[in-house]
């Protein structure tokens, strides 16, 4: 499974990222596809993820804050980041699971961005 994820940075206070991740490869179907995110110190946990019946999840860390997306057309998925706070700080990693043609069914792990919140 390849995952290239995008829009880590530094970040004040308060402000927005929007991280993308794009799924290649002859995909038929996104079955899942989100966001985890681990900090130094600390187990990778779930910000968002948004399943191939568009439901979404969202971590307590998320929940109000975050909007996960997708644009199925280009095997994208989106994290619009608000108000983030510098807890939020860490390396965020895509995670998918992808029906290909032919039936096989994978899952992976992209390679990770930092987000970094601080004045």
């Known amino acids: 499974v390849q995952l290239q994820a995008s829009g880590g940075g530094l970040v004040q206070p308060g402000g927005s990222l929007r991280l993308s991740c794009a799924a290649s490869?002859?995909?038929?179907?996104?079955?899942?596809m989100g966001w985890y995110r681990q900090a130094p110190g600390s187990k990778r946990e779930l910000v968002a993820v948004?399943?191939?019946?568009?439901?979404?999840k969202y971590g307590d860390s998320a929940k109000g804050r975050f909007t996960i997306s997708r644009d199925s057309n280009k095997n994208t998925v989106y994290l619009q980041m608000n108000s983030l706070k510098p807890e939020d700080t860490a390396v965020y990693y895509c995670?998918?699971?992808?029906?290909?043609?032919?039936?096989?069914?994978?899952?992976?792990w992209g390679q990770g961005t930092l987000v970094t919140v601080s004045s």
């Open positions: 490869g002859s995909i038929l179907r996104i079955i899942n």
């Open positions: 995670n998918a699971d992808l029906l290909f043609y032919g039936g096989n069914q994978k899952g992976g």
């Open positions: 948004i399943r191939s019946s568009n439901s979404t």
